[in-house]
């Protein structure tokens, strides 16, 4: 069997649609505008045939710029339609993303669609939110990169 098919889909919490790849521009950063981004996790999208599971991983978030990792405290996560808070602990210059439920996902063949519930085991849905900080020492619309990645074991 082939390992899992990761796939990445995001879009910002004000709009309708997702879309895959893995960039997308969060928006400009200001004291009063939270910047929130939807984002799913996919394994074997529109698979055809069935591919291994993915067991026993988590998400770590980083910025691409090490000297911003102290940012990584205004992050906040949600999951489960955002009712379900995630904890963010940071470790060093990176997040992890504490879900509480363990996370796997099937790789049994599928037909993409969030809203099928037979796609359900698929995917994992959830929230990013960046709070501008409080001592407000980032500039207005300073541009950051967020980095979302998988670990396993």
């Not at 950063?29 to 045939?49: A, I, K, M």
């Not at 026993?56 to 980083?62: L, R, T």
């Not at 996560?77 to 996902?105: E, G, H, S």
Request: charged share 25%; hydrophobic share 35%.
């Amino acid at each position: 069997m082939d390992k899992p098919k990761i796939s990445w889909f995001a879009k910002l919490a004000k709009e309708e649609k997702y879309s895959g790849g893995n960039e997308l521009f969060m928006g400009s950063n200001t004291p009063d505008n939270d910047l929130e981004v939807d984002v799913q996790l996919w394994n074997n999208r529109w698979g055809e045939v069935a591919v291994e599971k993915l067991e026993d991983f988590q998400i770590v978030a980083s910025f691409a710029d090490y000297e911003d990792a102290s940012l990584l405290s205004c992050l906040s996560a949600k999951y489960n339609n955002q009712q379900i808070p995630v904890t963010v602990d940071q470790v060093a210059k990176r997040a992890m993303l504490m879900f509480p439920i363990t996370l796997n996902l099937s790789g049994e063949p599928n037909n993409g669609s969030s809203v099928d519930n037979t796609c359900l085991k698929n995917f994992l849905s959830f929230r990013i939110v960046f709070k501008h900080p409080e001592d407000g020492h980032l500039k207005e619309s300073d541009l950051k990169s967020l980095r979302l990645e998988i670990t396993r074991g």
